[in-house]
């Protein structure tokens, strides 16, 4: 069967397939290369075809829908005039060079999550390509892209994407974005894509006027939820199913993130994300390539990745955003809105332990308890970060990470976060402290839902009692503003960050005890003071890693306060370090946080220690046990 949309049979033949059960009639519009409208023929169950000649590559088209409006195509592969315009259609033929391309295992994902739009002054697919070798030297393994579905105007950070089969015009189109995942794979880079299955954006959202894409069964921050489980969500659930496989296939992508599945709402016998998994493994198994999902969820519900023959969906893994949560809040000090569940070291060292703070206890912010035990599963499922586009840009003015605590506490928490036994996702930037914001933008042209999203972004922020004005999202200046910059990083203390982050992630490539997150067993012990903790980690040849964090509490200013160590490996001086006791034996150390060659005050001569070592009040030091 036919999938649906505009798809090339060769000769200049196209086959076109829609389904619109709400009209009675549809026909194709041709506007080139030459004018021409064509009936379509109703099929069973509300689908419509028609394969039409003189119909090449790049030919434009919409639906007429019932003799009147005209529509582009629910299933467009390409909208060169935007979201209101014309489809195109696409051939999927491609000039591709990774036929040795082999994908890379769960394990080995190191995430760099970029806004194709900012992550350069271009902008563009093309323009991206310029920075991937730089994310190689980094030791990144993964490119994640934020949503690239189409969207009106040209700024948007994507999750309003209203034509999920369209690759963003302004971006470079379909043939732009394979150059980019080609590229990529010639460089040994996966490549994960954000896809938004949860919602579609306001402005050129015609599905409805096709079927039943929606129901009001359900109801989301979007609106009525996408109809995956009532009348005519078979064909739904196969409209996004398709999608993702077609993301896969025709793009080559390696791996998929799938945005906030609590806001899928499924109650039949085999949930979508169940048939989708299942349906991504098959596909991966014929292609001879591992093909991962990743969840997007604040349910801290291990469901979700637990094996389907173990009764959970089959994803491969899920962003755990109690890690942020935990150490953002001790490290910054903030305590509005959600974050009023977390600042104390024991939720860093839970987060460590576990994957999750929250596994069953109640949850003040939430009013209820919250969560379920994940601990019968490895590391390697769970994706961690100290920042990413969501925690950084939902914040009333974009502040990074960077802006908002001193040099060394910025340093430790990044070192917690790359040698954590999760697979860590950084945010473009972060891997040199990059000081541009990244604020909330858009490109709307209806002046009334612009003036919508201008009040919703204040009253989203009225929990945080944060104070002033965001910025304006609809500005191109506010988008502007959030281009990144590299060059930041060739001097000072910037880049002392990028020496750490290269360390970290190469020692969390060559040492066995970190080389897998699932290679090494891990006992997290928070030590009396509570302000430090201990993680061991023990690979199966028996190498032993340890990782020291100290993080002394925040003032109201995200400053450490230093203070003196209460536990039993000895006192503070005057400069508020402490003395922490080790483990019996001798020790290597392999990573210093506050070390000279990355910004600190402290001897970059490594060397080894027994008994115990002196930290400062905002510290992380990686050490291996000498046989």
């Excluded at 434009?60 to 909208?79: F, I, K, M, T, V």
């Excluded at 998929?256 to 949930?271: F, K, T």
Aim: net charge negative; proline share 6%.
């Amino acid at each position: 069967m036919t999938r649906a949309g505009a798809t090339p049979l060769g000769g200049d033949r196209c086959a076109f397939r829609v389904w619109a059960p709400a009209c009675e009639r549809v026909d194709v519009h041709l506007l080139e290369p030459a004018d021409r409208l064509e009936p379509m023929r109703r099929v069973e169950r509300g689908w419509f075809e028609a394969t039409l000649d003189d119909v090449p590559p790049g030919a434009l088209y919409r639906y007429r829908l019932d003799g009147g409006e005209e529509r582009p195509d629910p299933a467009s592969r390409h909208q060169p005039q935007g979201v209101h315009g014309p489809s195109r259609v696409v051939a999927h033929e491609f000039a591709w060079s990774d036929g040795g391309w082999r994908g890379i295992e769960l394990h080995r994902h190191v995430f760099y999550e970029l806004h194709v739009g900012t992550f350069t002054s271009g902008g563009t697919f093309d323009s991206a390509i310029d920075g991937l070798d730089r994310l190689v030297e980094l030791g990144v393994t993964t490119v994640e892209l934020m949503p690239v579905a189409q969207f009106p105007g040209e700024r948007n950070w994507g999750y309003d994407g209203v034509l999920p089969y369209a690759v963003q015009d302004s971006y470079g189109g379909p043939e732009g974005l394979k150059r980019l995942v080609d590229a990529c794979h010639a460089r040994g880079v996966a490549v994960c894509l954000d896809v938004v299955y949860n919602h579609l954006g306001p402005e050129g959202n015609y599905l409805r006027e096709f079927g039943p894409y929606f129901t009001s069964t359900y109801h989301t921050p979007w609106g009525d939820a996408i109809n995956y489980d009532d009348a005519g969500s078979d064909e739904v659930r196969r409209f996004f199913i398709d999608n993702a496989l077609e993301w896969l296939d025709d793009y080559h992508f390696d791996a998929l993130r799938l945005d906030a599945v609590h806001a899928i709402l499924d109650r039949s016998a085999r949930h979508f994300l169940e048939q989708l998994a299942e349906e991504v493994a098959e596909l991966s198994r014929r292609r001879g390539r591992p093909m991962h999902l990743i969840a997007e969820s604040d349910l801290n519900d291990p469901r979700l990745i637990r094996e389907r023959d173990r009764g959970g969906y089959g994803l491969d893994a899920q962003w755990a955003d109690d890690f942020h949560h935990a150490v953002h809040a001790r490290m910054t000090g903030e305590r509005r809105g959600y974050y009023r569940d977390y600042g104390r070291m024991e939720h860093i060292a839970r987060a460590l332990a576990h994957g999750y703070v929250f596994t069953g206890q109640r949850s003040e912010f939430r009013g209820r308890s919250h969560g379920a035990d994940p601990s019968d599963l490895p590391g390697e499922r769970f994706v961690v970060a100290i920042q990413n586009h969501d925690q950084v840009g939902n914040r009333m003015a974009g502040e990074r990470l960077s802006e908002l605590i001193d040099a060394a506490s910025y340093r430790a928490a990044a070192a917690t976060h790359l040698l954590s036994p999760f697979l860590p996702l950084l945010w473009m930037g972060e891997e040199y402290a990059e000081r541009a914001p990244f604020p909330y933008f858009v490109s709307h042209s209806d002046p009334g839902l612009v003036e919508a999203v201008r009040k919703g972004r204040r009253e989203e922020f009225s929990g945080f009692d944060w104070q002033g004005e965001p910025p304006d999202p609809q500005a191109e200046s506010t988008f502007a503003s959030a281009r990144i910059d590299p060059a930041q990083a060739q001097a000072g203390e910037q880049a002392g960050v990028l020496a750490l982050y290269r360390d970290a992630l190469r020692l969390r490539r060559e040492r066995p005890a970190l080389a897998g997150a699932a290679a090494a067993e891990r006992e997290v012990e928070l030590r009396e003071d509570a302000d430090t903790l201990l993680m061991t980690r023990v690979a199966d040849d028996g190498r032993e890693s340890l990782f020291v964090l100290r993080a002394t509490p925040a003032d109201e200013h995200g400053a450490a306060v230093g203070r003196g160590a209460r536990d039993q490996g000895g006192a503070a001086d005057q400069a508020g370090s402490a003395h922490v006791s080790l483990p019996p034996g001798t020790w290597c150390v392999l990573l210093d946080s506050d070390s000279i060659r990355y910004g600190g005050g402290a001897p970059d001569d490594g060397g080894s220690v027994t008994d115990r070592i002196a930290l400062q009040p905002r510290h992380a030091m990686l050490l291996e046990r000498e046989s």
